[in-house]
């Protein structure tokens, strides 16, 4: 685990009992350390460990996100000193202490993703605000060769329809700016109503095809091999009992949802909640017949 190995690097203690990991440090000091695979969440975890570390540290290999940038914009101006978020070379220069700021973190490029194959799937028409689209890039170009209508009306909005059928594409999971792992179930559930046969490659993360089978049980034609989906589009997906297995799963689930012919539930959905607040809300303000059978208390 490169989170674990680069803690080690800074100088922390770290032993695991019963499927526990305890980490613990007297003092962490600067180093080097060399990620084998950009990783998003830890370029976070390590630079944000190294802020206070005594010393310079220097992260070679790491993730290019978006959100790594925005982290560090905010930990600069509580007092880090962080340079070169962004790209593969990140140094961090050690400071004693840091303080508390007000800062607005960036929207949600993958919420942003959610809402524009939402629209897409139902043939919709729906403006998404808060949008930055220069995050989307691959995701925007993917959409539109599928013939998915994109128009920026600028102020971070973004108009999304689509007016006739759509074509199949394929695509493989890659660290940004390559198309985000995160997109790749919600852009499939579009896929399987698209005309022609797409596939669809993850090289992120293992196990991250496990809405394959729920999509299947709603009329899909997806085979999966290995870390390969070949997604064949048919005519409509058919209301059923689906349940979802993870955050981004689930989200996709209610996307397969919301074009599918009759009624459809879709179990476990507090997977969604971890990365959509009031999902049904704000669907339901633009036209989608969904409800919560246990809302959220205020």
């Known amino acids: 685990n490169m989170h674990l190995e680069a803690f080690q690097k800074l100088g922390a203690s770290i032993t695991r009992d019963n499927g526990n990991i305890f980490v613990s440090t007297k003092g962490l000091k600067?180093?080097?350390?060399?990620?084998?695979?950009?990783?998003?969440?830890?370029?976070?975890?390590?630079?944000?460990?190294?802020?206070?570390?005594?010393?310079?540290?220097?992260?070679?290999?790491?993730?290019?996100?978006?959100?790594?940038?925005?982290?560090?914009?905010?930990?600069?101006?509580?007092?880090?000193?962080?340079?070169?978020?962004?790209?593969?070379?990140?140094?961090?220069?050690?400071?004693?202490?840091?303080?508390?700021?007000?800062?607005?973190?960036?929207?949600?490029?993958?919420?942003t993703g959610f809402f524009m194959a939402a629209a897409a799937i139902t043939g919709g028409e729906v403006v998404v605000k808060n949008a930055i689209l220069s995050n989307l890039s691959i995701v925007v170009n993917k959409l539109q060769s599928m013939g998915v209508e994109i128009t920026d009306l600028g102020d971070n909005r973004i108009l999304v329809k689509r007016r006739g059928g759509m074509r199949a594409a394929s695509f493989t999971t890659w660290p940004f700016p390559g198309f985000p792992t995160d997109l790749q179930a919600s852009m499939m559930a579009l896929l399987t109503v698209a005309e022609g046969t797409s596939v669809v490659k993850e090289t992120v993360f293992e196990n991250r095809f496990m809405h394959v089978n729920e999509m299947n049980r709603m009329g899909a034609n997806i085979k999966c091999q290995l870390n390969e989906?070949?997604?064949?589009?048919?005519?409509?997906?058919?209301?059923?009992?689906?349940?979802?297995?993870?955050?981004?799963?689930?989200?996709?689930?209610?996307?397969?949802?919301?074009?599918?012919?009759?009624?459809?539930?879709?179990?476990?959905?507090?997977?969604?909640?971890?990365?959509?607040?009031?999902?049904?809300?704000?669907?339901?303000?633009?036209?989608?017949?969904?409800?919560?059978?246990?809302?959220?208390?205020?």
């Open 30 to 111: 600067g180093t080097t350390y060399y990620f084998d695979f950009p990783t998003h969440t830890g370029t976070e975890n390590v630079m944000m460990a190294a802020c206070l570390a005594e010393g310079t540290t220097h992260l070679i290999g790491t993730a290019c996100e978006p959100e790594i940038v925005d982290l560090a914009n905010m930990l600069n101006k509580m007092g880090a000193r962080i340079s070169g978020a962004g790209s593969s070379y990140i140094t961090i220069e050690g400071v004693k202490t840091l303080i508390g700021v007000e800062y607005t973190a960036m929207p949600s490029r993958i919420e």
């Open 229 to 298: 989906a070949i997604v064949t589009g048919v005519q409509h997906l058919t209301g059923t009992s689906v349940m979802s297995s993870d955050l981004q799963a689930g989200a996709a689930l209610v996307i397969a949802a919301l074009a599918a012919e009759g009624e459809s539930t879709v179990d476990r959905i507090y997977h969604v909640d971890r990365g959509y607040e009031r999902l049904e809300e704000r669907l339901s303000k633009i036209g989608a017949s969904i409800k919560r059978f246990n809302p959220v208390k205020n």
